[in-house]
Structures are given as C-alpha cells and as structure tokens.
C-alpha cells in the first residue's frame, strides 16, 4: 500500500507573526523587519483571518512620501493612493485573504499560489482560524528527504508492490533525490507504472528506469 501523500500541514510553520486589525504601520513595518518575512495573516477574535499584509501593501506610502507636494499631476498616477494614506492593518490589508486548509496536498498548495500570483498562504481551520503558513520555500522541504528514506520508500511502496516474485532482482538507487532502477522483472507491462510510481514519491527529483524484462528460463 502506498505512503500517504504529503499535506500543507506536514511543511507549515506553525509559529506565526500576526497582526490585529488595529494593528499600526509602524508596527507592521517593525515586526516584518525583526521577523524576516514579507507578508503576514491579519486575524480577529480567537485568529480567524480577514486579510493579509504585505510589503507590497505597505509601499505606497513611500511612493508617496517620494512625490512633492504639489505636483496634482503625478499624484493621479500612484498606483494606490487610498493605501498611500492607512495607518491600520484593516485599511492596509489584502482581504479577503486567500487561504489554504492543512490536508490539502503540496500540489495543491503550489497551485494555488502560482494561480493567485502569492508567494505564501494562510492556512485555516473549517472556521477560518489560523493554524499556521505555508510558503514556496515550505513546499520545497520534501525535497530534503534523505536518499536512504527515498530508497526504502520506492522499495517497499513501488517495487515490492509491483513486482512480488521478482522484487529481489530489480535494485534501487537514490543519489541526490534521483532514483534509478535497474534490473530485470516478469511483466514488463508494469516498468512504466514502476517509473511513474517512483516520480510520484514525494522528494524525488528524478527516476532513471531502466527495467527490463527477464528473459524466459
């Protein structure tokens, strides 16, 4: 039986900077630059989120401060105005947030972010309560799975699975995340399942087959 497929929840960072709605610029701007992150939930009541501030919601106000006074004419061109003068997280904030649940699975993750153009997610609870932040760089710790956990995975869930009379003749490899397989097998009509099994498994950057099949006694 196949390994469950990893979940937002198994790569999120639990620990997360948040603010409240009355949460001042000065403030955000603070907390962004003593924590290292770009962007974070903005959460009411018990966590749930209503929005997300980022850098990007927090430049206009020095794209503002940039143009002199007086110059109407250039001011009609800044790209958001209205955010050039908030002072609170509720009028900074991109709402409504977009968010993720903890099951979703990683390819779910990536989608949704390559789709909505943001480079990290709130992820929620049924309720909407802040469970914690997934990001691109969260989605890409899979790949950090070791070689002899890839190899002991692809053995068990792809080659004893497949080939139970003769698993013992086909050896697997793991250097750097790419697997090769190597090896003779009764039904070849399984070598091109086994290979796409392999590149399922999550952490493996790449897989080599080259599974043949026996030659008959």
């Not at 003593?34 to 989120?49: L, N, T, Y």
């Not at 958001?80 to 390819?107: F, N, Q, V």
């Not at 691109?136 to 869930?157: C, G, N, P, Q, W």
């Amino acid at each position: 039986m196949t390994s469950t497929p990893y979940t937002v929840n198994d790569v999120m960072t639990k620990k997360v900077i948040a603010f409240s709605p009355d949460a001042g610029f000065k403030e955000i701007a603070t907390a962004m630059e003593r924590w290292k992150v770009s962007a974070a939930p903005v959460v009411e009541g018990e966590g749930h989120v209503v929005g997300v501030v980022s850098e990007a919601d927090l430049l206009p106000k020095e794209e503002f401060h940039d143009h002199r006074p007086g110059m109407i004419e250039q001011m009609r061109h800044l790209g958001d105005t209205a955010k050039a003068g908030s002072l609170r997280a509720e009028e900074l904030m991109t709402t409504p947030a977009i968010t993720i649940h903890p099951e979703a699975t990683l390819p779910q993750a990536a989608r949704l972010m390559a789709e909505r153009h943001v480079k990290r997610l709130p992820v929620v609870d049924a309720d909407g309560n802040l469970k914690g932040i997934v990001s691109r760089a969260d989605l890409l710790k899979v790949f950090l799975r070791s070689d002899d956990a890839l190899t002991e995975e692809i053995r068990r869930d792809v080659v004893l699975l497949l080939f139970p009379v003769s698993h013992s003749h086909v050896k697997v490899t793991v250097s750097q995340g790419v697997v090769t397989l190597t090896g003779q097998v009764r039904d070849a009509g399984l070598i091109p399942v086994a290979a796409r099994l392999a590149q399922a498994v999550e952490g493996v950057v790449d897989v080599r087959c080259r599974l043949e099949p026996a030659h008959p006694a």
